[in-house]
């Protein structure tokens, strides 16, 4: 009996081919695996696990602190993980002039300046930081959602208190509209609203629509008021011990990511309206932009200090 199951186990291992080594490679990504920061890591799984014929194991988990992340990604405790710039500027402040409100007119505006040498360089100061900077990816533009009144001009934000990210650009800005920013991971926002410690926060369509913030807010307005640049970020040392035919693997890998998450974006951005106001939401969509840029002016002129002035230009004047 013991010699025939032996013999059995000899011949499935045989047929099963030489076991190969797996290096497992873990990334965190806020939101659900089914949003457009879940479609990310799965076409990096999907991607990077066929070109190198399953030498590498790629296992995708969610995690809604987005600081938590770049801090484990920066002592290696996970290899990678997608985030909004959210907190990223607190490592690596060079990315802070993209989270500047209004900077970009467009979808194609900020993905052509993110894919374009000026994109490439801020990514290259990740290396600094202990940190490498792989792709830019994207939120998409943010919008204001409260639970307490329509908001169509910079006067209805006073005294309304606002879920920010830990940003300090973002903080800025609703402090000079004469809200009052509450910054907090994205982990604490649905008891912060539920309990109302906050009246609101500002996402993207792609993340209210994925959180069903439609439950705890009743009214969101089309601020467009800044894009929402994300970013792939990895652990230095999974890059160095790649081969260079690996990593080439790798960032074809990255690219079907950013082509996944940009055309689920631009799928929830075309859909996302008609959904909310079918879940209960009032929408505001026609918004006199120049009055939250007017309202903003004191803290432009600040960023034009204490942010690359020339830059900043270069971006606004990218065509
Ligand atoms: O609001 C945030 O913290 C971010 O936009 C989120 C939802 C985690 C997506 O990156």
Known sequence: MFRRSALAAGIAAFLAGPAIAQTQITIQHALPANSHT??????????????????????????????????????GTIDCTFTSTGPVGNFVPEVRIFDVPFLFRDTAHARGVLDSEIGQQVLGRFSARGLHGVIWTENGFRHL??????????????????????????????????????PMAFSE???????????????????????????????????????????????????????????????????????????????????????????????????????FQEALAPAFAEWERSLDAALLRRIRDWR
């Open 38 to 75: 879940g479609v990310g890591p799965a076409a990096i799984k999907e991607v990077f696990e066929r070109l190198t014929n399953g030498r590498y194991r790629v296992v995708a988990q969610r995690n809604d602190n987005e600081r938590e992340m770049v801090e484990s990604v920066q002592i």
């Open 145 to 182: 959602t409260n639970s307490r009144r329509e908001v169509n001009l910079p006067a209805d934000l006073r005294g309304l208190k606002v879920r920010t990210m830990e940003n300090q650009v973002h903080m800025r800005a609703f402090t000079v509209l004469g809200a009052l920013p509450t």
């Open 189 to 291: 926002l649905v008891p912060a609203l539920q309990q109302g410690t906050v009246d609101g926060q500002e996402n993207p369509i792609s993340v209210i629509v994925a959180n069903n913030l439609n439950q705890v807010q009743r009214y969101m307005t089309l601020t467009n008021h800044v894009y929402s640049p994300s970013v792939m970020i990895c652990n230095p040392g999974l890059m160095q011990r790649m081969t260079p035919a690996d990593r080439e693997h790798f960032m074809t890998a990255a690219r079907a990511a950013q082509r996944a998450n940009r055309d689920r974006v631009t799928q929830d951005d075309a859909n996302g309206v008609e959904l909310l106001r079918s879940r209960g939401m009032t929408v505001v969509t026609t918004v006199n932009t120049a009055a």
